[in-house]
């Protein structure tokens, strides 16, 4: 009989999962943006499909039975094992949160739960340590609790997301999630300020609006186009900031978490 002296074809090895996991999340993101066009036909749409699948990870994480089915399915991950996954999840965020030369790149997530409700240990250690989580017991009636959540999103976002809750926080929501992310880097070749000017743009319906864009070109056709290209790869943008953050809440049943 032979013996494998390293991991046997299909195995689920680190970097194979890793894969499904990049896969299972890039086709959720236009599973996602494909539902949302259907409701907004007519609208400009920015959202971040990372953002979004972190948090609902994290919330499969603590969830049980039917839901946590539903959710495995939804987000593209039924066939992954729960340790594979979030394993494969922390060493994705390692690589995004890794220190580059050229641009800033930050994810965090979060936690805040009612004081008082009973949540599993086990949750919010899985979340702490395989998506580097803050976790925060917290008590939603106080008026603090609302600037304590802003706070951390501003914070994470570098101010460019003042706040994301509103209170008082309704006494049926026990427990709060988040991923926040920034982006801020430099073009390989700056755009000049005084080349930015208003101009055309055509909507899909209706007039075109003027709006101000940036400009840059070279001295013939092909240095254009060369240039255009440069600016792919690698990413480096002048003064351009992104940031995105998604809260979900959630109503915590007694004994719905799995042990």
Known sequence: MKRWTQNPPFAPTASRVNCALRLANTDFAFRLLTEITKEQPDKNIFISPYSISTVLQMVENGAGGKTKEEL??????????????????????????????????????????????????????????????????????????????NSWVRNQTRGRIPSIVSGPIDSMTDLYLANAVYFKGDWLKPFKV???????????????????????????PTERQRVIKSQEFPTRVRAWECTSCYLTQVQVQKNCCPS
């Not at 609006?209 to 013939?220: A, C, E, I, L, R």
């Open 194 to 220: 005084n080349e930015t000017k208003d101009r055309e743009f055509h909507l899909r319906r209706g007039k075109p609006k003027k709006v101000p864009m940036m400009f840059q070109g070279g001295n013939s």
């Open 72 to 149: 495995r399915q939804a987000l593209g991950i039924a066939r992954l094992s729960q340790p594979a996954q979030n394993e494969a999840n922390r060493e994705l965020n390692r690589s995004i949160n890794a220190a580059t030369t050229n641009l800033v790149l930050k994810t965090a997530n979060a936690i805040w739960y009612r004081q008082g409700i009973p949540v599993n240990p086990k949750f919010t250690e899985c979340n702490q340590l395989f998506y580097q989580a803050t976790v925060e017991e917290v008590d939603f009636s106080s008026p603090a609790a609302v600037g304590q959540i």
